[in-house]
């Protein structure tokens, strides 16, 4: 069965300062891998996706996410935070093939400090 | 478009009461799926959907029951409310299929059960 691993709840970061937030998983064969951005009081917001080709995929709001396939990671980047950053980020990922519903981490708090 | 919406936004029930979380979509997808989120615990899938007249168990089923009699609405009901059951739960749609693979999230209904 498929999994994901969020290993920190919480990143604190100054603002400006270049942020990642980190996810591994585990699924047989190629995985489609998405992060999603939860603001308070609000439901989940596609932030990218990754499906084949280019192991950098670059998304909304300045983010981007490198598909490493040797350490099965696809961790959430952005060069500069901003204040507005912070939220609650979720890694999630699925099979390429069936009806598997998309399978969620636990989810990491973000702080930006001005 | 409205996107998926979500009614009630918040609910208080006295414990043996029940209640049906209302879920409706209106980008004709064929996918749809009930999460739960608890604290510090991210999104549980209760039941899903791929298309009207089909449902199946998620992770955590026990102590609801969904129906799928449209493409567009997915309510999931709550018969025996019980303390356990105090959580924020999102409703979600998706077209699967390459990259198109994006689930949209409601904006969520905040239940507590007393």
């Known amino acids: 069965a498929q999994s994901v691993a969020q290993p920190e709840d919480q990143v604190n970061v100054a603002e400006g300062n270049p942020l990642t937030v980190k996810c591994t998983y585990s699924?047989?064969?190629?995985?489609?891998l998405f992060w999603y951005v939860q603001y308070p009081n609000r439901g989940l917001q596609f932030l990218l996706k990754?499906?084949?080709?280019?192991?950098l995929v670059k998304g909304s709001y300045g983010f981007e996410a490198e598909f490493n396939k040797s350490q099965t990671s696809f961790h959430l980047k952005k060069p500069s935070a901003l204040v507005s950053d912070s939220a609650l980020y979720f890694c999630?990922?699925?099979?390429?093939?069936?009806?598997?519903?998309?399978?969620f981490g636990k989810g990491t708090r973000l702080s930006v400090i001005a | 478009n409205a996107g998926v919406t979500q009614t009630p936004k918040f609910r208080i029930l006295k414990i043996g009461q029940s209640m049906t979380l209302q879920c409706t979509q209106d980008?004709?997808?064929?996918?749809m799926y009930w999460y739960r989120q608890d604290p510090g615990m991210g999104l549980k899938l209760i039941y899903y959907?791929?298309?009207?007249?089909?449902?199946d168990k998620g992770e955590v089923p026990n102590g609801y029951n969904v129906s799928r009699s449209t493409t567009e609405d997915f309510p999931l009901r709550l018969e025996l409310a019980a303390p356990s059951q105090t959580s924020v739960y999102f409703c979600?749609?998706?077209?699967?299929?390459?990259?198109?693979?994006?689930?949209?999230f409601g904006p969520g209904t905040r239940l507590t059960v007393l």
């Open positions: 979600a749609s998706t077209h699967p299929g390459g990259r198109t693979d994006t689930q949209y």
């Open positions: 699924v047989s064969g190629n995985p489609y």
């Open positions: 990754y499906i084949t080709g280019d192991n």
């Open positions: 999630a990922v699925r099979p390429p093939s069936g009806n598997t519903p998309l399978v």
């Open positions: 980008m004709n997808h064929n996918y």
């Open positions: 959907s791929v298309g009207a007249g089909i449902t």
